[in-house]
């Protein structure tokens, strides 16, 4: 009788093993061996292998046995997606590429002190996020051409710097579309992406073309056009200290660096008004 009750016993902990979930068995296994991080959200769906781990507004990814530990971003080349920037600007429409991946990086920096920079890198991050002090600048000095204009020929006013790699970029285009603007986007090179603005910038319809770069369409090169406008911008960009995109500059000069969500935008561009 003892022999059978303890069978039971054992299949019953076998039973209970196998039906609990990857997160189930991901969390288990990181509160042994990330004992004093807090995990908000496990994701062993989406991607192939991996378990995506949410840490307050943090983001790494472990194996199904919680045994490597990873930090980076994940593409899908499929897709032509960046999952890792998706998730990381669902998390926190305000963050910013280079902070997020410092705060990031804290994450592997050891069992024994990974909360306390993961704390630190997340205040160094809203610091960087929140605006800094304001300032204006003169588009006096751009030439016309450089520019692809594109939104509605009627709407409000904005100049956008833009990289067509950076995926704030491709997210904060999608927002303006929506509100309805009249978009002035000048592409400058921060992350490499000079052959792929030449094409959009010598395409018969540059905002078709636009758009398609940012979903990732591959894009046949055509006539070679002339793109010293293009030259104008970055040389622009450089002697005023615009290193990262986007940065949204507005009719009266007013500068917004990095990625806002909509209601945000909306509350800025009033204040030109007022």
Known sequence: MAATVLGLS?????????????????RALLKTRLPKTAISAIDCGKIG????ITAG????????GARYLMIGRVYDMQTRQDITAARLLEMNPDMLVGSAARANAAAATGEDDA????????????????PAKARKLSLAGLPQDGAIVWGNPAGQTVTVFTDFRCGYCRALTGVLKEMNLRVVERPISVL???????????????????????AGE????GPACNTSGLDANEAFA??????????????DGAVLE???????LEQWLRETQS
């Open 49 to 52: 292998g991996l378990c995506e």
């Open 10 to 26: 054992v299949a019953g902990i076998a039973l209970a093993a196998d039906t609990s979930s990857p997160e189930d068995r991901v």
């Open 218 to 221: 591959p894009l046949k090169a």
């Open 57 to 64: 507004d943090n983001l790494f990814y472990v194996d199904a």
């Open 258 to 264: 990095g990625y806002r969500p909509r209601a945000f």
């Open 238 to 251: 450089h002697r005023h200290g615009l290193n990262g995109t986007p940065v949204i500059v507005r009719s």
């Open 192 to 214: 490499g992406s000079r052959d792929v603005t030449d094409r959009v910038y010598c395409a018969k319809n540059r905002e078709a073309a636009l758009h398609a770069a940012y």
């Open 115 to 130: 909360p306390q920079q993961l704390a630190a890198a997340s205040a160094r991050r809203e610091q960087q996020a929140a």
